[in-house]
């Protein structure tokens, strides 16, 4: 029995591309307009795709990069529930921090982690900026990549 990982690439895709992920793993009893950002038509938007073993390419996760003066922020990062506790977005994020190191020209990396993910964070060198806030109903920290 051959027990190899799927094969998987990471493209760029639009923003609409990303809304119904985001939505079935973040905010599944939310429409989904709710997880369509003002600025998404001009974030860079990275999906992974697990290519099945009958060579199709399904999206099983997506991050946003926002961009402005100060900073390069990290947003709407979501994986697909069934996919999650696989590693896939652990290789997303390692991608696009590798691209938005080239990207950010001197800016700071940051996001806005729900608070029970702040140690997975961590683990790619986020430290926490600030203390936690709420919003829509949940508690966030700011982080910052060191």
């Not at 990290?74 to 691209?99: C, D, I, N």
């Not at 702040?118 to 900026?129: L, M, P, T, V």
């Not at 936690?132 to 982080?143: A, C, H, I, Q, S």
Request: proline share 3%.
């Amino acid at each position: 029995m051959n027990m190899q990982s799927p094969s998987y690439c990471i493209e760029l895709l639009q923003a609409a591309d990303t809304w119904a992920l985001r939505q079935e793993a973040m905010w599944p009893d939310k429409d989904i307009s709710f997880v369509q950002l003002p600025g998404d038509e001009k974030a860079v938007h990275f999906g992974l795709f697990v290519i099945t073993a009958s060579n199709c390419k399904v999206l099983v996760s997506c991050l946003s990069v926002f961009s402005n003066d100060a900073a390069l922020q990290l947003r709407k990062f979501a994986t697909l529930p069934s996919r999650q506790q696989q590693g896939w977005g652990s290789k997303l994020l390692r991608h696009v921090l590798k691209e938005s190191s080239h990207l950010a020209q001197g800016r700071a990396i940051v996001l806005d982690s729900r608070q029970e993910k702040e140690a997975f964070y961590a683990s790619f060198g986020f430290q926490r900026e600030g203390e936690p806030f709420e919003k829509n109903g949940r508690f966030y920290v700011r982080m910052k990549w060191h």
